[in-house]
């Protein structure tokens, strides 16, 4: 069965909670304050992303702006791939692989999840129908290459020391 818009938003939630409970639990762990505030902020961008989506779920189709997937067996099963091969796979992980790894483990893990994000909104836009959510996909890819390009500095940075 092919994965249906509701359930490709609701997908898309769990996969910003997820990193919205991974850079939280980051930002606790790590003693460094540069880093932590980009901790802090990478949750903060989440959060939005997070309420992006849970507002096009919960909106009524008749004032919800026009989105909708097609139907495209070849990319429903790379979405699906991208989805059982997450970093994270749900919240509740996610705060574990935090608390539990390294400073430059998490790094990796945060660049990782971001390059996730970018490959799973990527594959939304190619079977995205309407402007609206066009327009919505190109804004999170951007911010997700913005996200990982950060970590990545941070790891070249850390990994100086």
């Not at 003693?31 to 909106?59: D, Q, S």
């Not at 997700?144 to 500095?153: P, T």
């Amino acid at each position: 069965m092919l994965l249906k818009d509701l359930d490709i938003i609701k997908i898309a939630v769990t996969i910003e909670e997820a990193g919205m409970v991974f850079y939280g639990a980051a930002a606790e762990a790590v003693e460094n304050e540069e880093i932590r505030g980009v901790f802090t902020a990478l949750k903060g961008a989440e959060i939005k992303h997070r309420e992006t989506f849970l507002r096009m779920r919960n909106e009524d189709a008749s004032v919800r702006p026009h989105f909708g997937f097609r139907q495209a067996p070849e990319v429903d099963a790379y979405v699906r791939e991208l989805i059982r091969t997450n970093v994270f796979g749900s919240p509740s992980a996610a705060r574990l692989l935090a608390r539990e790894k390294t400073l430059p483990e998490a790094l990796e893990l945060g660049i990782r999840a971001e390059r996730d994000a970018i490959l799973f909104y990527s594959a939304l836009k190619e079977v995205a129908e309407g402007a609206d959510i066009q327009s919505l996909l190109d804004r999170l890819i951007a911010e997700e290459r913005k996200h990982l390009i950060i970590l990545s500095e941070i790891r070249v940075k850390h990994a100086r020391r």
